[in-house]
């Protein structure tokens, strides 16, 4: 079983990046999910969530611009990150429970990240 998070990279301020943290082994489906980050020198921040009925929340500073979402077929969870600002930089990172084929509910299971840089 494993999270695999792809499409960080550089973009310029006011751009926009498309997150994806896909799950891959024996997994059923994805019944909560949530991205973090870690900027330098701060504490990872988590920034958005998804639950089981689709509920989501999301830290303050990225209300409105980021959205996330999920594709149940494809077991992967997504980021719209829109109206990038140079404080969005960091590592991306998913986490999720995740229910495995077998009716095992694995939790709280970390990804490998993706970069996000926001620079002109």
């Known amino acids: 079983v494993q999270l695999q998070a792809s499409g960080g990279g550089l973009v310029q301020p006011g751009g926009s990046l498309r997150l994806s943290c896909a799950a891959s082994?024996?997994?059923?489906?994805?019944?909560?999910a949530g991205w973090y980050r870690q900027a330098p020198g701060k504490q990872r921040e988590l920034v958005a969530t998804?639950?089981?009925?689709?509920?989501?929340t999301y830290t303050d500073s990225v209300k409105g611009r980021f959205t996330i979402s999920r594709d149940g077929a494809k077991n992967t969870v997504f980021l719209q990150m829109n109206s990038l600002k140079p404080e969005d930089t960091g590592l991306y990172l998913c986490?999720?429970?995740?229910?495995?084929?077998?009716?095992?509910?694995?939790?709280?299971?970390w990804g490998r990240g993706t970069q996000v840089t926001v620079s002109s």
């Open positions: 082994g024996s997994i059923f489906s994805i019944p909560t």
């Open positions: 998804i639950t089981g009925g689709s509920s989501t």
């Open positions: 986490n999720a429970d995740l229910l495995t084929t077998d009716w095992r509910t694995l939790r709280d299971y």
